[in-house]
């Protein structure tokens, strides 16, 4: 009975990083699309780790656009022509990224957080609220300090998340995301994996979304052959 109901809910799980400013405009792409369809209270998210730069120190310095400029071989000026356009892209759908304010670090004590999260039935919170912390607030995410005061801030407790950062919890837990990621050739965020079937990669306008939600829920029920009918008994009384 339990397998049967599972099948009346839909699953969108996501691969994405709390400095990735594509994954926030994917979530808020998202956030459109499950607006206009029919079965959103049946939606499910699960959120999974992903870091762009495991090797990251706790911070990084630097003015943002010369570190894309860096990182991807181009020119100063031409690295911040793309941050604006991206920048403009976010206000469009409602999100305030402040680039030269953000201060990139080590993400993985934020996925250990966005794991308790899960635990705790809030994930989505605590994961906006890193996205929202790092793209708007010029938060430092890589310290456990900020961290720890961010995931406060989503509604977890105090002591918890203290606790947690001061141990290996949830540790298994992210190596286990990235694990899949690599086994999925998962290679840039965001990622869904919608229904547990349709794979759509990128921040996918609105519409895109909205499309595959409705394919996957209309897929979402294992089709039953009627091998053989007798009588039987209704609402309104029983077969003689």
């Known amino acids: 009975m339990t397998e049967f109901a599972m099948e009346n809910e839909l699953q969108v799980d996501i691969w994405s990083d709390v400095v990735c400013p594509w994954c926030a405009i994917g979530k808020a ?3 459109q699309a499950l607006e206009l369809f029919e079965h959103r209270d049946r939606v499910s998210i699960l959120w999974h780790s992903f870091e762009l730069d495991p090797e990251a120190p706790a911070v ?3 003015n943002y656009a010369e570190m894309i ?3 991807y071989g181009y020119d100063v000026v031409q690295a911040q022509t793309m941050v604006d356009q991206m920048t403009e892209r976010a206000a469009a759908i409602g999100l305030d990224f402040h680039f030269e304010m953000v201060k990139p670090g080590n993400t993985f004590d934020a996925h250990r ?3 308790l999260g899960a635990a705790r039935g809030i994930q989505t919170a605590v994961k906006e609220r890193m996205l929202r912390g790092y793209l708007s607030e010029g ?3 890589g310290l456990p300090e900020v961290v ?3 995931a406060i801030e989503a509604g977890l407790d105090a002591d ?3 606790r947690v950062l001061a141990s290996d919890a949830f540790v298994d837990d992210v190596r286990a995301d990235e ?3 690599r086994q999925l050739q998962i290679t840039g965020v965001p990622f869904f994996v919608i229904g547990g079937r349709y794979a759509v990669g990128g921040a996918q306008p609105a519409d895109v979304l909205l499309e595959v939600l409705e394919k996957a829920w209309s897929e979402r029920e294992p089709a039953l052959d009627m091998i053989a009918e007798g009588e039987v008994c209704g609402p309104e009384g029983c077969e003689i």
Do not use: F, N, P, T
């Open 29 to 31: 792409h998202l956030d």
């Open 60 to 62: 990084r310095s630097g």
């Open 69 to 71: 400029a860096k990182k």
């Open 113 to 115: 957080m966005i794991h």
């Open 139 to 141: 938060e430092a995410i």
């Open 148 to 150: 720890e005061k961010l």
């Open 160 to 162: 918890e998340v203290a």
């Open 179 to 181: 694990a899949l990621a």
